[in-house]
């Protein structure tokens, strides 16, 4: 069954600090991972998307990892901002833009 | 351009009451999805119109009409909603084609409350 975990539910860390969110899949086959943030009851919006040849991939603060073949993924968020307080969602595609596996999130909150 | 527009923000509709939400992108994109997301949970996807013609229908009841008038536009229409429909109602959008996965843009979300 095409799953996607993540890790930890919850995290709450002051502002400026750093921290990584973890996401772990059994998807196949593997089309890309995507990591998107959403403020709450807003829409998601991306922060990146890497195929299965890429290992790493920035945007701004946030940096996402990608081992193929542990199929874990990491995103690492740098000198957090209050603004960074989000849910993090890993996505994994399963060959098409349909078939879209989604995780549960990871709830950060950034205290000041 | 690369933003999704939904109509309205909220909407609070009765159970016998007719309303459409509202999609618009202008990126030139030619997939469009609708996407229902309950507090907590991750979205689920409802439909997805491809060059204008409906390719999947996520097995949604018939109370909820997709409707796809130009590549830019997606409709969703609402009749005789229950109150378990109360949700934050997503469009998206992408390039569609070839072997390709895209990147989907969300649009803010429709917040629906049925009464």
């Known amino acids: 069954k095409n799953q996607v975990e993540q890790s930890p539910q919850s995290l709450i860390i002051l502002e400026g600090k750093n921290c990584t969110l973890q996401c772990n899949y059994t998807v196949s086959p593997f089309s890309n991972l995507r990591w998107y943030k959403q403020d709450t009851g807003r829409g998601p919006v991306s922060l990146t998307i890497m195929t299965f040849s890429e290992n790493t991939k920035s945007n701004g603060r946030y940096t996402a990892t990608l081992d193929a073949d542990t199929k874990q993924s990491s995103l690492h968020i740098t000198a957090s901002q209050l603004s960074d307080s989000a849910s993090y969602i890993c996505v994994v595609s399963a060959g098409s833009n349909y078939q879209l596996i989604w995780g549960a999130g990871t709830k950060l909150i950034i205290k000041p | 351009d690369t933003e999704v527009t939904q109509t309205p923000k909220h909407l609070v509709m009765g159970m016998t009451n007719k309303k459409s939400l509202k999609c618009e992108q202008h990126?030139?994109?030619?997939?469009m999805y609708w996407y229902k997301q309950k507090a907590k949970k991750p979205p689920e996807l409802m439909f997805v119109y491809s060059y204008e013609k409906l390719s999947i229908n996520e097995s949604v009841p018939s109370r909820f009409s997709p409707e796809c008038p130009n590549s830019s536009l997606l409709n969703l229409h609402l009749h005789a909603l229950q109150p378990e429909d109360s949700a934050l109602y997503l469009c998206?959008?992408?390039?569609?084609?070839?072997?390709?996965?895209?990147?989907?843009?969300f649009g803010p979300g429709t917040r629906l409350t049925v009464t």
């Open positions: 998206a959008s992408s390039q569609v084609g070839g072997s390709g996965s895209y990147e989907q843009y």
């Open positions: 990126m030139g994109h030619r997939a």
